[in-house]
């Protein structure tokens, strides 16, 4: 057989005759398959599977806002994500300072003694455990405990961790190796409607700071982290 002046041998014609016809016969049957009813159960079937799991990651977000609104009505959690951060900002600065007053304005009573302890046995012994937050990478809500009026935060940041002697020579850990670490922690809207009207001594110059005021000391300009409507840290813990 000649095809545009090519030769083709007769066998050959036959092999790509049958290709054709068994590829058109596939073609058909995918068509009458689509246009069947078999068609259209296969295809609800993949697609519930498919799309189960989001709409449930959904429900449980959706859930989540509703419980936090149950604690405190007026949350405004773009805000409080924002304020994570300045904790968590002021936390690696009090640790990497040995300056535990920088945490009095944001912790509960407990949490501030045990970072106390902490800062106050390193600075006995001339011990530097720096923090040194290199980059914030976010937080999420992960929790709400509703029985505790609590809120369990997630937040990421690359740090450098390490701890300095007296002399500024290495104890442990790394100058250089920047570690992607992740924090929980733990926030607890105190108990009771009452306005917050406590003031916060200025942990720089010790003039009087209004919680409810803006977070930078009128007198001296050092930052003063306070989180709103009497939500304070209760846990603070390297995952
Ligand atoms: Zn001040």
Same mark, same amino acid.
Request: proline residues 2%; charged residues 30%; glycine residues 6%.
């Given at each position: ?132 937050? /290199? ?48 924090? /929980? ?7 009771? /409607? ?23 000391? /009128? ?21």
């Amino acid at each position: 057989m000649e095809i545009f002046g090519v030769k083709i041998p007769g066998d050959l014609m036959i092999v790509i005759l049958a290709i054709l016809g068994i590829l058109g016969g596939i073609k058909y049957l995918t068509w009458r398959f689509k246009m069947s009813a078999f068609y259209w159960i296969y295809h609800t079937i993949r697609k519930a599977l498919k799309e189960e799991p989001l709409e449930e990651m959904d429900f449980k977000e959706y859930r989540m806002d509703d419980d936090i609104q149950k604690i405190d009505e007026n949350f405004d959690k773009a805000d409080f994500l924002k304020t994570v951060e300045n904790v968590l900002r002021q936390y690696c600065k009090a640790m990497s300072e040995n300056e535990h007053r920088l945490l009095l304005s944001f912790e509960t009573p407990n949490l501030f003694q045990r970072h106390k302890g902490q800062i106050e046995y390193n600075k006995k012994a001339q011990i530097k455990d720096v923090h040194k937050l /290199q980059e914030f990478l976010g937080a999420k809500f992960v929790q709400v405990k509703m029985e505790q009026n609590k809120l369990v935060v997630e937040a990421r940041a690359n740090m450098f961790r390490y701890k300095l002697n007296k002399n500024g020579s290495l104890l442990s850990g790394s100058q250089s190796d920047l570690r992607k670490l992740i924090y /929980q922690m733990i926030f607890v809207k105190q108990a009771g /409607q009452k306005e917050v009207d406590e003031r916060v001594n200025c942990p720089n110059c010790g003039a009087p700071h209004e919680v409810h005021s803006a977070g930078i000391c /009128q007198y001296c300009g050092t930052m003063i982290v306070t989180l709103k409507d009497n939500w304070l840290l209760d846990d603070l813990k390297q995952m």
